[in-house]
């Protein structure tokens, strides 16, 4: 009897699965595997936030499985040896997979495939993870697009498929099935308390992640445009660490959106639906540019800035200021603090805390990636690195390196009441809204009776904003004067 081996990866998810619907069309039993490999994702294993997410939706899907007669079998190690091991334990005839894009993961499928055709088994793999795949979108002059705006437009020119309705009343049981690891075996959740509270804000798993979409396209996407740049507000979606995993797919949100549009025939069916939908084509640019652009993970996409002028940190103290959300600007210091106790962090502040770093600070983009990898539950190696070189202004349709955010105006701007700031910083919580976001500028008898003692319970700003800005200018200056970065 013929046996399908189904390879879960970043697709944890039954509906919308293409390979686990092409596994059952084959009428045979299917064995779904998940395989651990940190030596196979190269340079870029799993950090430790997206280890705990990966954690529970393994545990959702499994659970998912089992009430349908199957389970997943886990194991770690080289996926090919233990891609090779089942085969021979099994007697399976096919392996069959969704695609994945990082460069390290493309070369090690493409040496799978090999040889697992080559060993006369049918070897199949799918996109589940995309609207339009990176090797079939190409510009007028048939190469890669590098800005947003023209890749985006072309996008919108052609189809989306619709999700498929994948039959799991086909999904045979497995019987006993090989042997498997137990889930706790791999590891996965961290050694600190660090992720305690986590489960308060993100439930993993493919019913977590529809339930969110769900009441995102219900609730808050017709006034998306409006709200998504306010970060004490619910107005952005939130979806990003389920699409990561695959627990939820792009066409099932594209799906998502087009079912707003019944009744009006008009598609987007606002100005909100819109601008989410290219948020989602900012997820599609990533992965095409990662995919035409392997280096950028490690280096620029525009080499010129090789060789930025980039500051010292010698004992990292400006480093890990930032990183523990002490850097004295308030603004900055909730969203460094909203990612460690939650995995994740409001978009424009993403942007706020980046370009402090890159230009204030004049510390490496790499660095912040680097963190962002360690940290996030969305942790997504096209996109962490498409928002990192956006914000250094080296990579593709980059902001220009002579912008620089400026903290207090950013919060004053899209945290006006300061509740961002008293949630997440609490020892400035009884500042009044007009000295929150600076309060090194607040009368002492304002700070006194906050209960704020600047340089004991708050920090003293630990760059000046105007002097900061001036030498970042400088330096791009001194880079562009030397003949470099031309666009």
């Not at 499928?109 to 090797?135: C, M, Q, V, W, Y």
């Not at 009884?430 to 006194?448: C, D, F, K, S, T």
């Amino acid at each position: 009897m013929s046996v399908t081996l189904l390879w879960f990866r970043h697709d944890l998810r039954l509906q919308d699965n293409p390979a686990l619907h092409a596994a059952l069309a084959r009428g045979q039993p299917v064995i779904p595997v998940f395989i651990l490999d940190d030596e196979g994702e190269g340079r870029w294993p799993m950090g430790g936030a997206a280890r705990w997410w990966l954690h529970h939706s393994l545990a959702a899907l499994d659970a998912a499985l089992r009430e349908r007669g199957s389970r997943l079998t886990f194991a770690r190690g080289d996926s090919a040896a233990v891609l090779r091991e089942l085969v021979r334990t099994t007697g399976a005839d096919a392996v069959y997979w969704n695609r994945r894009y990082e460069p390290a993961i493309i070369a090690r499928d493409k040496a799978i495939k090999a040889e697992l055709t080559g060993a006369g088994l049918e070897a199949r793999s799918f996109n589940s993870a995309l609207l339009h795949e990176p090797h079939t979108i190409v510009n007028k002059a048939g190469g890669p697009f590098q800005v947003f705006t023209p890749f985006w437009r072309h996008c919108l020119t052609l189809p989306v498929t619709e999700p498929i309705k994948v039959n799991l009343a086909k999904l045979p049981s497995m019987g006993e099935g090989p042997r498997s690891l137990e889930l706790y075996e791999l590891a996965l959740l961290p050694r600190i308390p660090w992720a305690a509270g986590w489960r308060e804000t993100w439930t993993p798993g493919e019913a977590g992640g529809l339930k969110r979409l769900r009441h995102f396209a219900a609730r808050a996407m017709e006034h998306y445009a409006e709200t998504r740049n306010f970060p004490d507000r619910d107005g952005t979606s939130m979806i990003s660490p389920w699409l990561h995993f695959g627990e939820l797919s792009p066409r099932q949100v594209w799906a998502a959106v087009q079912a707003q549009s019944k009744g009006s025939g008009v598609f987007p069916p606002s100005k909100g639906a819109a601008v989410f939908l290219s948020e989602v084509g900012w997820r599609e640019f990533a992965h095409h540019l990662l995919f035409h652009f392997p280096h950028t993970p490690e280096r620029p996409l525009r080499a010129d800035f090789e060789k930025f002028p980039w500051a010292t940190d010698p004992k990292g103290e400006k480093l890990r200021a930032w990183q523990r959300g002490l850097t004295g600007y308030p603004i900055v210091d909730a969203g460094m603090r909203q990612l460690w106790r939650t995995g994740w962090m409001h978009n424009r502040v993403r942007m706020i805390v980046a370009s402090f770093l890159v230009k204030h600070l004049r510390l490496p983009w790499t660095h912040g990636a680097a963190w962002f990898w360690d940290t996030l539950v969305d942790a997504d190696l096209a996109s962490n690195t498409l928002g990192w070189q956006w914000s250094a202004g080296c990579g593709a349709d980059a902001a220009p390196y002579f912008r620089v955010f400026a903290p207090v105006r950013q919060g004053v701007k899209f945290d006006s009441a300061g509740d961002y700031v008293r949630r997440w910083v609490p020892e400035l919580a009884r500042l009044p809204a007009e000295n929150i976001h600076a309060p090194w500028e607040a009368p002492a008898q304002v700070l006194a009776e906050a209960g704020v003692t600047l340089g004991k319970n708050y920090p003293h700003p630990i760059v000046d904003h105007a002097t900061a800005r001036a030498e970042a200018l400088a330096a791009f200056k001194a880079l562009r004067g030397a003949g470099v970065v031309e666009r």
